[in-house]
Nanobody, 117 residues
Framework: QVQLEESGGGFVQAGGSLRLSCAASGTIFSSHTSGWYRQAPGKQRELVAV???????NYADSVKGRFTISRENVKNTVSLQMNSLKAEDTAVYYC???????????WGQGTQVTVAS
């Protein structure tokens, strides 16, 4: 059974930083593409950043240069360092991993990030 558990969300002033972490059980992050999505009120869930099994990273244009995704294989975690946060980054952030054999998506429960302008 795959379980993803996020931590690190919270409230921050614009320009500040937060670090999100996601711990996995029942799967190995380094074997699949994993990353972070977010959903703001009234909007669709969107990709923020992902890292492939080979270590290739991809970012939404809106976060390039501000956010950094990383993976710690020993700890089986994926993290998102968010700097220079803006009010428009406010959303629920979800950890995701996609099983590369079945194509099935697994999601965490989400963690709220609120950036005050």
């Amino acid at each position: 059974q795959v379980q993803l558990e996020e931590s690190g969300g919270g409230f921050v002033q614009a320009g500040g930083s937060l670090r999100l972490s996601c711990a996995a059980s029942g799967t190995i992050f380094s074997s699949h593409t994993s990353g972070w999505y977010r959903q703001a009120p009234g909007k669709q869930r969107e990709l923020v950043a992902v890292v492939t099994s080979s270590g290739f990273t991809n970012y939404a244009d809106s976060v390039k240069g501000r956010f950094t995704i990383s993976r710690e294989n020993v700890k089986n975690t994926v993290s998102l360092q968010m700097n220079s946060l803006k009010a428009e980054d406010t959303a629920v952030y979800y950890c995701n991993t996609r099983d590369r054999r079945s194509g099935r998506d697994y999601w965490g429960q989400g963690t709220q990030v609120t950036v005050a302008s």
